[in-house]
């Protein structure tokens, strides 16, 4: 299965873009699914979580109260990240992803690390930079 990110891009500081990530001809409905970032030279950050069936949501506490991570109802294979108010602190490569479990990490700080040890699909990434 490939998953796929978009809605990236140049944005100006206070900005919400929304993130769209699609899986193709795939239903990612039986899974929790994420999302995450990577700015240069720093470690990839998990930010957002909805299990399955989108009854659990957990964020990061970098992004908590800022962003919100939602299913489509309808399209099984879709799913989003809504930014609100981006600084430039938050530019990065954002990413989608689901190791195919139904729950989300109880400690966000190591979601990274659980799609790691879980052989997690990836999207490809799409760039995120915040103008101030």
């Known amino acids: 299965v490939q998953l796929q990110a978009s809605g990236g891009g140049l944005v100006q500081s206070g900005g919400h873009p929304t993130l769209s990530c699609e899986a193709p001809?795939?239903?990612?409905?039986?899974?929790?699914v994420g999302w995450f970032r990577q700015a240069p030279g720093q470690v990839r950050e998990g930010l957002a979580c909805?299990?399955?069936?989108?009854?659990?949501?957990?964020y990061g506490t970098s992004v908590q109260d800022r962003f919100t991570i939602s299913r489509n109802n309808n399209a099984k294979n879709m799913f989003y990240l809504r930014m609100n108010n981006l600084q430039p602190d938050d530019t990065a490569l954002y990413y989608c992803?689901?190791?195919?479990?139904?729950?989300?990490?109880?400690?966000?700080?190591?979601?990274?690390?659980?799609?790691?040890?879980?052989?997690?699909?990836w999207g490809r990434g799409t760039q995120v930079t915040v103008s101030s």
């Open positions: 909805i299990n399955s069936p989108a009854t659990v949501v957990r």
């Open positions: 001809g795939f239903s990612l409905d039986p899974y929790a």
């Open positions: 992803a689901t190791d195919f479990g139904r729950e989300c990490p109880s400690d966000m700080g190591d979601y990274y690390g659980q799609l790691i040890r879980n052989s997690g699909r």
